[in-house]
């Protein structure tokens, strides 16, 4: 009887100490849609997910490798009271994982003066942070001799974590190992990034990581113009009005689903995207409207400036424009090709490969509308006012700038700061550093950074220019 008795004690005991790491919630989701896009899962735990306490304690214990303290260094927004950064998402998959979601390049910082508080505004493109660099951190780390569990099991436990035996056995001989190989394997998979330029704020190479995580490129045989591919996050509001339109910044693609799975695939995989949360998303930016200026207008000289634009731009970058939504050919648009020679044939016939397997509420999955384009897509303006800096490589500071020849354009220029130029459109782009906050330096000489091309409107007037400019906060 006392044996019986001891028996069932312990076997009580295991199961206490195993159900937190056999347990599973799933993926996580918020009822309030704007909170669910900064902080839900897309599913990316599954699929590459960082065990939770060693994703926070590695800012801890590789604060060298860092340009200043935790993961805002790097431009990730931080709000109070919460635990994540915007973009990163946590669910429980056996023991607690962190990934990224979609608001890590579609949420953004504002602010009107130095001294104000910073707006967050989601689904604009994500200004302030610098994905290259986070890359980079990882990758680095990934080969520090100090990644191991002797290092990291005291700092875990240093930051709060309260593990029981299983748990601190689970991440010591299983999750730290497991999570460097993960890694290791990553820092592989980008390599490429050594011989590119370096992304800074807002912008990311869109396809070179796809082929070689998706479909596993050998590196040594991209060729040198398909690693000049670095472009701006896009904006992702008021989607109804854009299906059919040809998507990303070529053109490649005029299906909103599958332009939305595939940017998906830079943090999941086929078998382990969340369906039902990409398309939660997508129904609530189908008929969101463009932030609105909000900040003081000349109503007289925007009124001045309308006719400008209605005629001479709408017809490329107005809703109803004959020419939105299209491609027009690289020869003509003048602007850096590097974005349009990235994606190459073979990379559209391996997406093709894609979801084979995969149905959504009954629907075929794989993707069918991806083309090789000749040039860059025509995009409407609405809420232009928050897309700096401007052209797909983001190589032009403000709307005032993009008026004037590219010779005349700013040669080099700071970014990641969020002090809104209210005359220019833009932000301030001349700010070196804040604090103990340092600001990317960007070089248009640099390959795949040129801001040449686009010369519509160049030859306007300064007082047509600033006219323009004034009408197209309205937008």
Same mark, same amino acid.
């Given at each position: 009887?006392?044996?019986?008795?001891?028996?069932?004690?312990?076997?009580?005991?295991?199961?206490?100490?195993?159900?937190?790491?056999?347990?599973?919630?799933?993926?996580?989701?918020?009822?309030?849609?704007?909170?669910?896009?900064?902080?839900?899962?897309?599913?990316?735990?599954?699929?590459?997910?960082?065990?939770?306490?060693?994703?926070?304690?590695?800012?801890?214990?590789?604060?060298?490798?860092?340009?200043?303290?935790?993961?805002?260094?790097?431009?990730?927004?931080?709000?109070?009271?919460?635990?994540?950064?915007?973009?990163?998402?946590?669910?429980?998959?056996?023991?607690?994982?962190?990934?990224?979601?979609?608001?890590?390049?579609?949420?953004?910082?504002?602010?009107?003066?130095?001294?104000?508080?910073?707006?967050?505004?989601?689904?604009?493109?994500?200004?302030?942070?610098?994905?290259?660099?986070?890359?980079?951190?990882?990758?680095?780390?990934?080969?520090?001799?100090?990644?191991?569990?002797?290092?990291?099991?005291?700092?875990?436990?240093?930051?709060?974590?309260?593990?029981?035996?299983?748990?601190?056995?689970?991440?010591?001989?299983?999750?730290?190992?497991?999570?460097?190989?993960?890694?290791?394997?990553?820092?592989?998979?980008?390599?490429?990034?050594?011989?590119?330029?370096?992304?800074?704020?807002?912008?990311?190479?869109?396809?070179?990581?796809?082929?070689?995580?998706?479909?596993?490129?050998?590196?040594?045989?991209?060729?040198?113009?398909?690693?000049?591919?670095?472009?701006?996050?896009?904006?992702?509001?008021?989607?109804?009005?854009?299906?059919?339109?040809?998507?990303?910044?070529?053109? +490649?693609?005029?299906?909103?689903?599958?332009? +939305?799975?595939?940017?998906?695939?830079?943090?999941?995989?086929?078998?382990?995207?969340?369906?039902?949360?990409?398309?939660?998303?997508?129904?609530?930016?189908?008929?969101?409207?463009?932030?609105?200026?909000?900040?003081?207008?000349?109503?007289?000289?925007?009124?001045?400036?309308?006719?400008?634009? #209605?005629?001479?731009?709408?017809?490329?970058?107005?809703?109803?424009?004959?020419?939105?939504?299209?491609?027009?050919?690289? #020869?003509?648009?003048?602007?850096?090709?590097?974005?349009?020679?990235?994606?190459?044939?073979?990379?559209?016939?391996?997406?093709?490969?894609?979801?084979?397997?995969?149905?959504?509420?009954?629907?075929?999955?794989?993707?069918?509308?991806?083309?090789?384009?000749?040039?860059?897509?025509?995009?409407?303006?609405?809420?232009?006012?928050?897309?700096?800096?401007?052209?797909?490589?983001?190589?032009?500071?403000?709307?005032?700038?993009?008026?004037?020849?590219?010779?005349?354009?700013?040669?080099?220029?700071?970014?990641?700061?969020?002090?809104?130029?209210?005359? +220019?459109?833009?932000?301030?782009? +001349?700010?070196?550093? #804040?604090?103990?906050?340092?600001?990317?330096?960007?070089?248009?000489?640099?390959?795949?950074?040129?801001?040449?091309?686009?010369?519509?409107?160049?030859?306007?007037?300064?007082?047509?220019?600033?006219?323009?400019?004034?009408?197209?906060?309205?937008?």
């Amino acid at each position: 009887m006392f044996v019986g008795g001891v028996v069932v004690v312990a076997a009580l005991i295991v199961f206490i100490l195993v159900l937190p790491i056999i347990s599973n919630n799933g993926s996580v989701r918020y009822a309030d849609i704007n909170e669910h896009f900064k902080y839900g899962s897309i599913g990316g735990e599954k699929a590459n997910g960082i065990p939770y306490w060693i994703w926070k304690v590695l800012p801890v214990v590789f604060a060298d490798k860092l340009p200043g303290e935790g993961y805002t260094s790097l431009g990730f927004i931080q709000e109070p009271g919460q635990d994540l950064p915007i973009g990163f998402s946590k669910s429980k998959i056996g023991f607690e994982r962190v990934a990224q979601n979609c608001a890590t390049c579609h949420a953004g910082s504002l602010r009107e003066t130095p001294d104000s508080q910073p707006q967050i505004i989601t689904t604009m493109p994500s200004n302030t942070v610098n994905l290259g660099a986070y890359i980079q951190f990882l990758s680095d780390i990934a080969i520090d001799e100090r990644f191991n569990a002797r290092e990291l099991m005291p700092q875990i436990e240093a930051i709060g974590a309260k593990l029981n035996p299983l748990e601190k056995l689970v991440y010591r001989f299983f999750a730290i190992p497991q999570t460097r190989d993960a890694l290791l394997l990553q820092r592989s998979k980008f390599a490429f990034m050594d011989d590119q330029s370096e992304y800074g704020p807002g912008r990311v190479d869109t396809f070179t990581g796809y082929k070689t995580r998706q479909f596993n490129f050998p590196i040594e045989k991209l060729s040198k113009d398909e690693l000049n591919g670095i472009a701006d996050f896009p904006i992702i509001w008021q989607q109804r009005p854009r299906q059919g339109m040809q998507l990303h910044w070529d053109g +490649n693609n005029d299906s909103i689903d599958e332009r +939305n799975n595939s940017a998906a695939l830079a943090l999941v995989t086929p078998t382990t995207i969340d369906f039902d949360a990409i398309h939660r998303v997508k129904d609530w930016l189908l008929d969101l409207p463009a932030p609105r200026y909000p900040y003081s207008i000349d109503e007289e000289l925007a009124a001045v400036g309308k006719p400008i634009f #209605e005629n001479t731009c709408a017809s490329c970058h107005a809703f109803g424009g004959s020419g939105v939504g299209k491609v027009v050919p690289i #020869e003509e648009i003048g602007t850096d090709p590097g974005r349009l020679d990235s994606y190459t044939y073979e990379t559209l016939s391996n997406q093709n490969t894609l979801f084979t397997d995969v149905s959504y509420r009954g629907v075929d999955r794989r993707f069918q509308h991806f083309r090789k384009t000749n040039g860059y897509a025509n995009m409407p303006l609405d809420g232009v006012w928050l897309r700096a800096p401007y052209l797909h490589n983001g190589s032009v500071p403000t709307l005032r700038d993009l008026l004037e020849a590219p010779e005349k354009r700013p040669k080099v220029f700071y970014r990641g700061y969020d002090v809104f130029d209210q005359k +220019n459109v833009g932000f301030v782009s +001349n700010v070196a550093s #804040e604090g103990n906050k340092q600001y990317f330096k960007f070089d248009t000489t640099l390959p795949g950074n040129s801001n040449s091309g686009h010369l519509y409107g160049t030859d306007f007037s300064s007082e047509d220019k600033e006219a323009l400019v004034e009408y197209m906060k309205k937008l």
